[in-house]
């Protein structure tokens, strides 16, 4: 067996230690540092499996595949897909934390950090994979999940793909082979989600329902983690699950009311995402360094409806169009002021009020002056949010060393 994998990231990792775990006698060929263009003039003809890692778009090549397929061709049970612009990995927690408590054998796995190849040979027919899904992973896929979950879609990762069409389009394929015995949960208000679950035969499930029974609000109220974002994840989350026990969401709450709650109840949210970390003098601290783009830093905006935030903010410049996001900061109803970093901090003050923000050099700096400036406040529910709206890798590794920064210096003040 001899097999080419274009990136050596942790999914190319895993695919070279899953081959090797197989093939005695494999020949691996690693190709880490390339231009496209070097890849395509390369001759692959020899090679059995031409591997590419989801940063590196799809080039037809012979043999080729990209590690997704790989998994859904060889895979022996049933796969819950989660695709999003934001959202994905707190919705595919939510559905693997929900079947745990229903006594099911899961597995969490994609791009929330966990390569699927890697689980391949600890599953059964029993088994639930439940697969966070990026447009990278899905750009080529040519098989669709058994239950599809599609949450807000917006632009994003339009460095890579070609544009806009071409993002929405890979995401689509979450849902474009499915058959009608397949589900597909969508949410309903966003434009392109729903046009995806338009493409799909499968049966349909909408979210959110305006006219929610009692007890599925019950169950959305016990989520200890905040914003009405999460009520709608968490609902999109039950949605799934009872879709894979071919009941309707009433009658599936019904009979495991009480597991549900508790799975509810006991979801911490994830690391970095609209995360606590601590409070310090009467002012709480959150660490949302995941946030990269200007709709997930407005959802954390609008997570706190009732509280001044001092919002840390900026980053990578992309060069993007950043009037959305100026707007969505500046217009906040609940600002109490905006502290910018990154090479974005310009751009995001251009003609705005001085006295609605301050222009920092690091990470330190922008807590050092929120903290000063929520406590001089005097606002008895003030809030240091971190949430830049923007990549991390203009002065970091990347969001997660951003967000282990930013919780380091909360914890030392």
């Known amino acids: 067996m001899k097999i080419a994998l274009l990136g050596y990231g942790v999914e190319g990792q895993a695919t070279e230690k899953y081959f090797r775990e197989h093939y005695d006698n494999l020949a691996c060929d690693i190709f880490d540092k390339f231009t496209l263009d070097e890849i395509r003039q390369k001759d692959f003809s020899s090679y059995d499996l031409v591997f590419r890692s989801p940063s590196v778009p799809p080039l037809h090549l012979p043999n080729g595949s990209s590690i997704t397929r790989y998994f859904f061709d060889h895979c022996p049970c049933t796969i819950i897909g989660v695709t999003a612009t934001k959202g994905k990995g707190t919705v595919c927690s939510l559905i693997a934390q929900i079947l745990k408590a229903l006594g099911e054998d899961v597995k969490l796995v994609g791009n929330i950090g966990v390569p699927a190849i890697g689980i391949l040979d600890h599953l059964n027919e029993k088994s639930i994979v439940v697969y966070e899904m990026s447009s990278f992973q899905l750009w080529d896929l040519e098989k669709s999940p058994h239950i599809a979950v599609v949450l807000r879609i917006e632009a994003d990762h339009l460095n890579v793909h070609y544009d806009f069409d071409d993002y929405v389009s890979a995401k689509s ?145 992309r060069g993007l169009n950043l009037a959305p996001i100026k707007h969505t900061i500046f217009d906040a109803p609940n600002l109490g002021k905006a502290f910018f970093i990154g090479e974005t901090k310009f751009k995001l003050t251009d003609g705005e009020s001085p006295d609605k923000f301050t222009i920092c050099d690091t990470l330190e700096d922008a807590v050092l002056n929120a903290k000063s400036a929520a406590e001089q406040s005097g606002s008895p529910n003030a809030i240091v949010l971190l949430s830049p709206g923007s990549p991390s890798f203009d002065m970091f590794k990347n969001f997660y060393e951003r967000g282990d920064k930013f919780k380091e210096i909360v914890k030392g003040l």
């Open 173 to 317: 394929h979450i849902a474009k082979y499915q058959s009608p015995n397949d589900h597909i949960v969508y949410f309903k208000n966003n434009p392109n989600s729903a046009h995806i679950a338009s493409q799909s035969p499968a049966i349909k499930h909408s979210y959110p329902n305006d006219k929610k029974s009692s007890q599925l609000t019950e169950l959305l109220s016990a989520l200890t983690v905040p914003g009405d974002h999460n009520k709608e994840n968490a609902e999109a989350a039950i949605l799934a699950v009872a879709a894979f026990y071919n009941q309707p969401i009433d009658e599936f709450i019904a009979h495991h009311y009480d597991k549900i709650k508790l799975a509810l109840a006991e979801f911490k949210g994830l690391p970095h995402h609209i995360e606590f970390v601590r409070t310090v003098n009467g002012i709480d601290y959150y660490d949302d360094s995941f946030s990269a783009s200007y709709p997930s830093l407005d959802v954390a905006l609008k997570a706190f409806p009732n509280h001044k935030i001092f919002l840390i903010a900026g980053g990578k410049d």
